[in-house]
């Protein structure tokens, strides 16, 4: 239970967001030989809500399929961040996109990064949710690079292969640049 | 063959176990078996190739009389089982007999997908206009103005005609007959087991106990005299006879189109056997 | 795709139960599209016609049932998925594959109901229907799955049994395993039990698709391969003709359940954990259970003798691994996502030896372990 890490992706329909979350649990679960369990979540309306994608990585058994209070969330949207960063773990983490997050007020650690700025600069194209996975890699340490490097080839459409993984590159340098400045604070 | 000796009739029923069959002295039913019967047997059919399938009512019993693989479903999915049967061993005649109620009423449903997916079976509807095994209910296709245990007042229902809704839903065959033009109709049943594709044959038949007696015609001869008054065939309208006021018997229907089985197992199995090839190996 | 070893992946419930179909050697699917139980009708539409086998949507759940039925009369291994509604209209034709003992598997992903109720949302409202739902008395075999790789077995061995007892055998899943992703091993096919149908071993002319036998389950030929015989949903004699003769329906009728009844060891199926010395055991099954799970390891973490029993069977009721429990059990705690479907049989069982608590949600929402702690603290 202690291994247990939930995390939770939120933002709107259209960001990536249920491909990141099975990029992520595939990375640990087939690519790291961790466990992972992912759920289906249904925003409250089909269309327009807000979407969301679960995973849990553990290293033995994960009981109990469905996040309670994430250990991580992300936010790419601002609906998200008010929704569900209340429900984050005390000693949890949020990752906000700059961009398309004005207002975020917790208590908990928040790092607001220029997650959709990177993603449009390093690839031309909004591909979000995979820039915030190589910030997730490098920030919380769940997943090791490589395996979330494999996971990305694995699972990106024909022809794109290119472009995620420099996507993927640029979010671990965003990781490492917000890791360096919450050293330096 | 084996039995040579004797008629083909006997050949194909179950004639030392299961007679004497259920069904009122004068009931049509007995006729439309003896007719795929001689069908079956014109045909030279190889029984164990023969499955016949029915739902419920006075016509679900006939299944049980033929010596071929039969099966006797619930009411009104007798089509649905023999899609089944038809898509798990294509090489078989399927045939599959279902009364108005059975084939119309609970089962339409399944009557126009089958006829819309055009898989190759024989359905033969033995149309009494009544629910005849529970005791002459009206039916989806009892006339307006007719009489019937749930209708003391008169049928204000407008009747289906089943043969142009077999056209409409798309089958490859159409015919319809009487159990009076007993021979025409084994003919219509051989051209029907013979073509590919779905094909529905309406045999006007009756049912003088539960429909006849309500109907001023309370005996099986008064109801297969108004089959021949009220009739007429194809030929002879095309020979320039007014049909005015009369039901057409014969071949309604009959072009070719796709068969199911033959699509899927030469198009989509073919094509996905060959994507598969390409991708996984 | 061949897969000749055991391999591992990240997969979903309803993709489990496709490829678990696929190595049971299913070769016949029709299917009504109803969520949440799609996904694996999607999925053998494109893996069936790789093996020369059939996939066909019908224009509704009872035909889908009932073109199962004639496929495996036909001789093919055949299966339909469905969920809630779709379940309600399947209840007439599982009742004539009962009553003809004719082999076919019903997966069945419930959602919240009555009615539409909620179609994106996990239930388990569905165990009583499963076990009446079609009318008249009559046996039936329930499995159930709490985790992917079970959705992989389970199928496997829905196939298997309903084969051996020539019985429909539904597998009763919910939404939460269906359509949840985890780290599954799939074990390779030669590791993969696979029952074939028996067939008779007599000529057509002495066979008897009905009759009484060692075993209580005569084999079942195909149509089409010389046995010609009747099959029917009417009370029939050994021939399958229909007969009235009380001397030919109650053998028969005490066969159909003899044949469920004398072999619940092989059928019934639980997983026990903590029981040696729990106090209280919770009963539970689906993805519930995982639930329970995590809430009893940290139940025992604080010292409490709780322990886990989980039902991969629901019927026949795992009678005798809940009398065993009772040993111990002070209480048994039942977790479901109904008001009390699962608790009721427990209560039967336990006949008032030990409390019985239920914990219970129909709102379309999971029993979480913080709730089925609460209850454990609550008693």
Same mark, same amino acid.
């Given at each position: 239970m202690n291994d247990r890490y939930e995390v939770r992706l939120a933002g709107v329909g259209g960001q990536g967001l249920q491909l990141a979350g099975l990029i992520l649990a595939e990375a640990a679960a087939i690519f790291?030989?961790?466990?992972?369990?992912?759920?289906?979540?249904?925003?409250?309306?089909?269309?327009?809500?807000?979407?969301?994608?679960?995973?849990?990585?553990?290293?033995?058994d994960i009981d109990y399929p469905k996040?309670?209070?994430?250990?991580?969330?992300?936010?790419?949207?601002?609906?998200?961040?008010? &929704?569900?960063?209340?429900?984050?773990?005390?000693?949890?983490?949020?990752?906000?996109?700059?961009?398309?997050?004005? &207002?975020?007020?917790?208590? &908990?650690? %928040?790092?607001?990064?220029?997650?959709?700025?990177?993603?449009?600069?390093?690839?031309? &194209?909004? %591909?979000?949710?995979? %820039?915030?996975?190589?910030?997730?890699?490098?920030?919380?340490?769940?997943?090791?690079?490589d395996a979330i490097r494999q996971a990305v080839l694995s699972r990106a459409p024909?022809?794109?292969?290119?472009?995620?993984?420099?996507?993927?590159?640029?979010?671990?340098?965003l990781g490492e640049s917000a890791l360096a400045s919450a050293g330096k604070k | 063959m084996t039995m040579q000796t004797l008629p083909p009739i006997h050949e194909y029923l179950r004639s030392h176990k299961k007679f004497p069959h259920v069904w009122c002295a004068g009931c049509g039913a007995g006729n439309v078996l003896g007719s795929i019967i001689r069908a079956v047997g014109h045909l030279g059919l190889d029984r164990d190739e023969v499955a016949m399938v029915s739902g419920i009512g006075c016509s679900g019993r006939m299944p049980v009389y033929a010596d071929f693989n039969t099966l006797h479903t619930t009411h009104g999915r007798a089509l649905a089982f023999a899609t089944g049967i038809k898509l798990a061993k294509p090489n078989m005649q399927v045939l599959v007999v279902m009364g108005d109620g059975d084939a119309l009423a609970i089962g339409g449903n399944h009557f126009i997908h089958a006829a819309r997916r055009n898989v190759d079976l024989t359905a033969i509807v033995v149309n009494n206009g009544i629910y005849g095994l529970t005791g002459g209910q009206v039916s989806?296709?009892?006339?307006?103005?007719?009489?019937?245990t749930t209708a003391t007042y008169g049928q204000i229902e407008r009747p289906f005609d089943i043969a142009k809704i077999a056209d409409a839903a798309g089958a490859s065959f159409v015919a319809r007959g009487t159990v009076y033009h007993i021979l025409e109709l084994e003919k219509l049943i051989e051209q029907a087991i013979v073509k590919r594709g779905f094909s529905v044959v309406e045999v006007i038949s009756q049912c003088h106990t539960a429909y006849g007696r309500l109907n001023m015609m309370p005996t099986a001869v008064e109801m297969l005299k108004w089959?021949?008054?009220?009739?007429?065939?194809v030929a002879a309208v095309a020979a320039g006879k007014s049909a005015e006021g009369k039901i057409t018997r014969g071949v309604l229907v009959d072009r070719e189109l796709p068969e199911f089985t033959d699509v899927y197992f030469n198009q989509v199995v073919a094509r996905a056997q060959e994507l598969t090839g390409r991708a996984e190996r | 795709m061949v897969v000749e070893a055991a391999t591992v992946r990240f997969m979903q419930g309803s993709e489990a139960v496709a490829e678990g179909a696929m190595a049971a050697g299913l070769r016949f699917y029709a299917g009504y599209p109803i969520t949440p139980s799609t996904e694996i009708a999607e999925i053998l539409s494109r893996r069936l016609p790789r093996v020369g086998g059939v996939f066909i949507q019908m224009e509704d759940e009872i035909g889908s049932l009932a073109a199962v039925i004639g496929a495996s009369i036909a001789g093919l291994k055949a299966a339909t998925?469905?969920?809630?509604?779709?379940?309600?209209?399947?209840?007439?034709?599982?009742?004539?594959?009962?009553?003809?003992?004719?082999?076919?598997?019903?997966?069945? +992903?419930?959602? *919240?109901?009555?009615?539409?109720?909620?179609? #994106? *949302?996990?239930?388990?409202?569905? +165990?009583?229907? *499963?076990?009446?739902?079609?009318?008249?008395?009559?046996?039936?075999?329930?499995?159930?799955?709490? #985790?992917?790789?079970?959705?992989?077995?389970?199928?496997?061995?829905?196939f298997n049994l309903s084969e051996r007892y020539r019985t429909p +055998?539904?597998?009763?899943?919910?939404?939460?395993?269906?359509?949840?992703?985890?780290? #599954? +091993?799939?074990? *390779?096919?030669?590791?993969?039990?696979?029952?074939?149908r028996p067939q008779p071993a007599v000529p057509p002319e002495w066979y008897f698709p009905y009759e009484e036998t060692d075993a209580d389950v005569p084999p079942l030929a195909s149509f089409g391969e010389g046995y010609r015989y009747h099959v029917t949903g009417l009370f029939h004699d050994r021939a399958g003709y229909p007969t009235l003769r009380q001397d030919e329906i109650n053998p028969w009728f005490e066969r159909l359940f003899r044949?469920?009844?004398?072999?619940?060891?092989?059928?019934?199926?639980?997983?026990?954990?903590?029981?040696?010395?729990?106090r209280t055991v919770i009963v539970a099954y689906g993805s519930t259970a995982r639930a329970a799970r995590q809430a009893m390891k940290e139940a025992r973490a604080k010292g409490r003798r709780v322990g886990l029993l989980k039902l991969l069977t629901l019927w026949p009721f795992p009678e005798e691994q809940i009398e065993r429990a009772t040993r111990t059990a002070r209480r048994f705690l039942v977790p479901e996502m109904n008001r009390g479907q699962v608790r009721l049989e427990v209560e039967r069982v336990v006949k008032g030896r030990a409390d019985v608590v239920g914990v219970h949600r129909y709102d379309g929402t999971v029993i979480t372990p913080t709730q089925i702690l609460q209850a454990l603290e609550a008693h």
């Amino acid at each position: 239970m202690n291994d247990r890490y939930e995390v939770r992706l939120a933002g709107v329909g259209g960001q990536g967001l249920q491909l990141a979350g099975l990029i992520l649990a595939e990375a640990a679960a087939i690519f790291a030989n961790k466990n992972a369990v992912q759920s289906q979540s249904y925003g409250a309306e089909a269309r327009g809500g807000p979407s969301v994608s679960e995973v849990i990585l553990g290293e033995g058994d994960i009981d109990y399929p469905k996040v309670s209070e994430p250990d991580l969330l992300l936010v790419l949207s601002q609906d998200a961040a008010d &929704r569900y960063v209340p429900g984050v773990r005390k000693d949890g983490l949020i990752i906000a996109d700059a961009q398309h997050v004005e &207002r975020l007020h917790s208590e &908990r650690r %928040v790092l607001r990064l220029p997650i959709t700025e990177t993603a449009k600069e390093a690839t031309g &194209r909004p %591909v979000a949710s995979i %820039v915030a996975l190589g910030v997730i890699a490098v920030v919380t340490g769940i997943i090791p690079r490589d395996a979330i490097r494999q996971a990305v080839l694995s699972r990106a459409p024909k022809g794109t292969e290119e472009m995620n993984t420099k996507a993927l590159e640029a979010g671990f340098a965003l990781g490492e640049s917000a890791l360096a400045s919450a050293g330096k604070k | 063959m084996t039995m040579q000796t004797l008629p083909p009739i006997h050949e194909y029923l179950r004639s030392h176990k299961k007679f004497p069959h259920v069904w009122c002295a004068g009931c049509g039913a007995g006729n439309v078996l003896g007719s795929i019967i001689r069908a079956v047997g014109h045909l030279g059919l190889d029984r164990d190739e023969v499955a016949m399938v029915s739902g419920i009512g006075c016509s679900g019993r006939m299944p049980v009389y033929a010596d071929f693989n039969t099966l006797h479903t619930t009411h009104g999915r007798a089509l649905a089982f023999a899609t089944g049967i038809k898509l798990a061993k294509p090489n078989m005649q399927v045939l599959v007999v279902m009364g108005d109620g059975d084939a119309l009423a609970i089962g339409g449903n399944h009557f126009i997908h089958a006829a819309r997916r055009n898989v190759d079976l024989t359905a033969i509807v033995v149309n009494n206009g009544i629910y005849g095994l529970t005791g002459g209910q009206v039916s989806p296709t009892t006339p307006m103005g007719a009489y019937a245990t749930t209708a003391t007042y008169g049928q204000i229902e407008r009747p289906f005609d089943i043969a142009k809704i077999a056209d409409a839903a798309g089958a490859s065959f159409v015919a319809r007959g009487t159990v009076y033009h007993i021979l025409e109709l084994e003919k219509l049943i051989e051209q029907a087991i013979v073509k590919r594709g779905f094909s529905v044959v309406e045999v006007i038949s009756q049912c003088h106990t539960a429909y006849g007696r309500l109907n001023m015609m309370p005996t099986a001869v008064e109801m297969l005299k108004w089959q021949r008054d009220n009739t007429i065939s194809v030929a002879a309208v095309a020979a320039g006879k007014s049909a005015e006021g009369k039901i057409t018997r014969g071949v309604l229907v009959d072009r070719e189109l796709p068969e199911f089985t033959d699509v899927y197992f030469n198009q989509v199995v073919a094509r996905a056997q060959e994507l598969t090839g390409r991708a996984e190996r | 795709m061949v897969v000749e070893a055991a391999t591992v992946r990240f997969m979903q419930g309803s993709e489990a139960v496709a490829e678990g179909a696929m190595a049971a050697g299913l070769r016949f699917y029709a299917g009504y599209p109803i969520t949440p139980s799609t996904e694996i009708a999607e999925i053998l539409s494109r893996r069936l016609p790789r093996v020369g086998g059939v996939f066909i949507q019908m224009e509704d759940e009872i035909g889908s049932l009932a073109a199962v039925i004639g496929a495996s009369i036909a001789g093919l291994k055949a299966a339909t998925a469905t969920s809630g509604p779709g379940f309600s209209l399947m209840q007439e034709n599982l009742g004539f594959a009962v009553a003809a003992e004719i082999p076919c598997v019903l997966v069945n +992903v419930q959602r *919240a109901g009555p009615s539409t109720g909620q179609p #994106t *949302a996990p239930a388990q409202g569905d +165990v009583m229907q *499963a076990r009446w739902g079609t009318h008249g008395d009559h046996p039936i075999v329930v499995l159930t799955a709490s #985790t992917v790789r079970e959705c992989f077995d389970q199928t496997v061995r829905s196939f298997n049994l309903s084969e051996r007892y020539r019985t429909p +055998v539904i597998l009763l899943l919910d939404e939460v395993v269906a359509h949840m992703r985890e780290r #599954t +091993v799939i074990p *390779a096919p030669e590791d993969i039990y696979v029952l074939e149908r028996p067939q008779p071993a007599v000529p057509p002319e002495w066979y008897f698709p009905y009759e009484e036998t060692d075993a209580d389950v005569p084999p079942l030929a195909s149509f089409g391969e010389g046995y010609r015989y009747h099959v029917t949903g009417l009370f029939h004699d050994r021939a399958g003709y229909p007969t009235l003769r009380q001397d030919e329906i109650n053998p028969w009728f005490e066969r159909l359940f003899r044949k469920i009844e004398l072999n619940v060891d092989e059928i019934v199926q639980t997983q026990g954990e903590m029981l040696e010395d729990a106090r209280t055991v919770i009963v539970a099954y689906g993805s519930t259970a995982r639930a329970a799970r995590q809430a009893m390891k940290e139940a025992r973490a604080k010292g409490r003798r709780v322990g886990l029993l989980k039902l991969l069977t629901l019927w026949p009721f795992p009678e005798e691994q809940i009398e065993r429990a009772t040993r111990t059990a002070r209480r048994f705690l039942v977790p479901e996502m109904n008001r009390g479907q699962v608790r009721l049989e427990v209560e039967r069982v336990v006949k008032g030896r030990a409390d019985v608590v239920g914990v219970h949600r129909y709102d379309g929402t999971v029993i979480t372990p913080t709730q089925i702690l609460q209850a454990l603290e609550a008693h």
